[in-house]
């Protein structure tokens, strides 16, 4: 991610149950994505013993059989997704163990508010940040468009700062209500900011590159009315490819 020259379009494999994805489908989105990081979700933890046996998804994809299926050539990051915790406590157990497991040591850090799971409980992240940060790891937590936990994070010393612009699954883009917070983190240009939450259009996701995002996450929206995740992330990819080529200024 750092350091990156061009858009990066992160994504995961499924936000809930519903959305199935086999290791093939997963390989082809990322394929499809040109991403370079495989998000390895965590809510299984207590019950794999290896971490190759950690989900990709929420179907039967695996670390070990997406990987498998990429092959040595397809070079891929994994990293660590920390999905859908509401306290600092679980989050930093969580991923502890998971680094356990695998070896990975970057950590894709949410702490969601405990009723909707759909927004970021801000403080609770920053302080499980504040632990994983101090175990070395390289931490990506996920903020809600706050200006002051922003700054909090940029103290933490993260290299990357994920921030919303409306709740998870809303695919309402940058709610006008964040725009002026999003417009002062992204002046500020000091590590990279990425679009996570709330996207649901391709327009969300040029917006993003005007605006000055390095990158984007998508996930609820590749799966909307029963669409086809591949296809999606093509189309996706195709639009971002082309609107990073248009001068700004």
Not at 54 to 82: E, M
Not at 177 to 190: K, N, P, T
């Given at each position: 991610?750092?350091?990156?020259?061009?858009?990066?379009?992160?994504?995961?494999?499924?936000?809930?149950?519903?959305?199935?994805?086999?290791?093939?489908?997963?390989?082809?989105?990322?394929?499809?994505?040109?991403?370079?990081?495989?998000?390895?979700?965590?809510?299984?933890?207590?019950?794999?013993?290896?971490?190759?046996?950690?989900?990709?998804?929420?179907?039967?994809?695996?670390?070990?059989?997406?990987?498998?299926?990429?092959?040595?050539?397809?070079?891929?990051?994994p990293v660590l997704?920390?999905?859908?915790?509401?306290?600092?406590?679980?989050?930093?157990?969580?991923?502890?163990?998971?680094?356990?497991?695998?070896?990975?040591?970057?950590?894709?850090?949410?702490?969601?508010?405990?009723?909707?799971?759909?927004?970021?409980?801000?403080?609770?992240?920053?302080?499980?940040?504040?632990?994983?940060?101090?175990?070395?790891?390289?931490?990506?937590?996920?903020?809600?468009?706050?200006?002051?936990?922003?700054?909090?994070?940029?103290?933490?010393?993260?290299?990357?700062?994920?921030?919303?612009?409306?709740?998870?699954?809303a695919r309402r883009?940058?709610?006008?209500?964040?725009?002026?917070?999003?417009?002062?983190?992204?002046?500020?240009?000091?590590?990279?900011?990425?679009?996570?939450?709330?996207?649901?259009?391709?327009?969300?996701?040029?917006?993003?590159?005007?605006?000055?995002?390095?990158?984007?996450?998508?996930?609820?929206?590749?799966?909307?009315?029963?669409?086809?995740?591949?296809?999606?992330?093509?189309?996706?990819?195709?639009?971002?490819?082309?609107?990073?080529?248009?001068?700004?200024?």
């Amino acid at each position: 991610m750092i350091g990156a020259t061009v858009f990066e379009l992160f994504h995961c494999f499924g936000a809930k149950p519903e959305h199935q994805v086999s290791a093939d489908v997963a390989a082809r989105m990322l394929g499809a994505s040109k991403c370079r990081y495989l998000a390895v979700n965590t809510h299984t933890i207590a019950s794999v013993e290896t971490g190759d046996e950690l989900p990709v998804g929420y179907a039967d994809a695996t670390l070990g059989s997406v990987t498998a299926l990429l092959g040595p050539d397809r070079a891929i990051t994994p990293v660590l997704n920390i999905n859908h915790p509401v306290t600092a406590g679980e989050a930093v157990q969580r991923a502890r163990r998971a680094v356990e497991l695998t070896g990975v040591r970057i950590i894709k850090l949410e702490v969601l508010d405990a009723d909707t799971l759909t927004t970021s409980h801000n403080d609770a992240v920053l302080a499980a940040a504040r632990q994983l940060v101090d175990d070395g790891l390289e931490v990506w937590p996920l903020i809600s468009a706050d200006v002051a936990a922003y700054r909090a994070a940029l103290e933490l010393g993260v290299p990357m700062v994920r921030v919303m612009g409306s709740p998870i699954g809303a695919r309402r883009g940058i709610d006008d209500r964040v725009r002026a917070a999003i417009d002062v983190i992204l002046a500020g240009d000091e590590v990279p900011v990425m679009l996570d939450g709330g996207i649901g259009s391709v327009a969300d996701l040029t917006e993003a590159i005007e605006l000055g995002f390095e990158s984007a996450l998508v996930n609820s929206c590749l799966f909307t009315d029963g669409a086809d995740p591949v296809e999606v992330l093509a189309r996706m990819r195709a639009a971002v490819d082309a609107a990073a080529l248009v001068p700004r200024g």
